[in-house]
Nanobody
Framework: QVHLVESGGGAVRAGGSLRLSCAAS????????MGWFRQAPGKEREFVAA????????DYADSVKGRCTISRDNAKNTVYLQMSSLKPEDTAVYFC?????????????WGQGTQVTVSS
């Protein structure tokens, strides 16, 4: 059974930084593309970033491009999202996701989420 557990969320002021982590288990991690999504109150869940199996390819939403970096450590079965220059509109629950296919921004496995709150 696939388990994805996010951590690293919290409250930060605008302009600050956070690094989210997602620990994966129950899957052959290096065979899975990983992604991050977010959902703000009253809004639909939206794509943030994705990374291919060995980290050679990355994909970012325009809203976070240049401010976020996705990375992975296959030895630790962990994917990261480094966020900087945070804005109040980045406030959301951030979800980690996994899928055997990279490139479609569609993912089949999901974590429970971690809250990120950015104050002005």
């Amino acid at each position: 059974q696939v388990h994805l557990v996010e951590s690293g969320g919290g409250a930060v002021r605008a302009g600050g930084s956070l690094r989210l982590s997602c620990a994966a288990s129950g899957l052959a991690f290096s065979n899975y593309a990983m992604g991050w999504f977010r959902q703000a109150p009253g809004k639909e869940r939206e794509f943030v970033a994705a990374i291919s199996y060995r980290g050679r390819l990355t994909d970012y939403a325009d809203s976070v491009k240049g401010r976020c970096t996705i990375s992975r450590d296959n030895a630790k079965n962990t994917v990261y999202l480094q966020m900087s220059s945070l804005k109040p509109e980045d406030t959301a629950v951030y979800f980690c996701a996994a899928d055997s296919s990279y490139g479609s921004r569609r993912f089949g496995y999901w974590g429970q989420g971690t809250q990120v709150t950015v104050s002005s």
